[in-house]
């Protein structure tokens, strides 16, 4: 392996994405990668992937080096002291297992290959059971302690966009949430419901072309661009009221509502919509099972259970829309279209007098020519 190029980095992988370029090397932190974040790696088209932590540890089966294999983007493993080693904006080379940095071997690194991840995700499959039973007891202690999240004793303040008798779509940036946005954009367009973006899901919104009326989360991963073009910003707080996303809209010179309380932002997001007389709320994107909060870093989804039992006969979960139905343009559909549309116009026109009158004019036309 000989590969040379521009090392990105950041211990945050979301943050790195926006700052990468196609080409460059992206140098991680990251334990577990998970799905998203790979898929945004393959998105930036990085030339490889350095983690200096173990990319899939074989705790659960998480896909994220899976689907940069698949990219065929080299994933390659060094040590942690790696990080502080190289300057971020400059150039690296790596020849067979070396990182060469200004002339001089700096570490070694190891190949993650697809065997290698093959044997480790076994493994992780293998721990499910295991790790299942801790998920379960941490869900239900924790839904212990947040219960009033649901119950009442958490205030749910009015939100200034309108959503009485309304449909509501909350959009998250979870598995496969481009594709089932674009899955619904019929509803979107003919139902035109209320658009709230949970932190990213806002910037997955402004790139299908929807302005989102509502941006909801603690302001770490949506663009400065996104916020100053929303209607209404609601800060997610710590149920002791800290808000650190709040300093940021305030540095952007906007103003926004803070949402104490535990959980997910995208749990308060259903709870806004819901205590705000929302008629459907529409879920896109939304984090819904063991290994989707596992790859948040999550132990237990005790908020998002108590929460999906408040609203759920207003919740309408759109995530994996787009594999239950793949439309595809048939040309013996227009075809049989055009007929179906021709059948009519042709049976008015014979029965029309005219057109009767013109064709026994043809027909003596005919009979002169032939001297009958």
Known sequence: MHLKGIVKKDKKTKDLIKRLKPGEIALINHKDLDEIAALSLVGKKVK?????????????????PSVLVEANIPILEANENLF????????????????????????????????????LLNIGYDNLEEELENFIENTLNYAKKEKGLVTGKIQISKTKTKMNGKHVLVVVRGKDY?????????????????????????????DSGYKPDIIVGDMDSVSDKCLKMTNEIIVHAYPDGRAPGLKRVKNLGLKAQIFPAPGTSEDIAFLLAYANGADLIVAVGTHTNMIDFLEKGRKGMSSTFLVRLKVGPKLVDAKGVNKLYHSSFKLKYVIGIAIAALIPILIITFRHPLFRDIIILFKIRIKMMLGL
């Open 48 to 64: 490889c992937v350095i983690n200096v932590n173990k990319t899939i540890s074989g705790r659960y089966p998480n896909q994220g």
């Open 84 to 119: 502080n080693e190289v300057n971020d904006g400059e150039i690296i080379e790596i020849i067979d297992n070396a990182i060469i940095y200004n002339g001089q071997k700096i570490d070694d690194c190891k190949h993650l290959d697809e065997n290698k991840i093959e044997k």
């Open 178 to 206: 481009k594709a089932d946005l674009e899955a619904i954009k019929s509803y979107i367009s003919e139902m035109k419901p209320i658009l709230i973006g949970v932190d990213g899901g806002a910037d997955a919104l402004l």
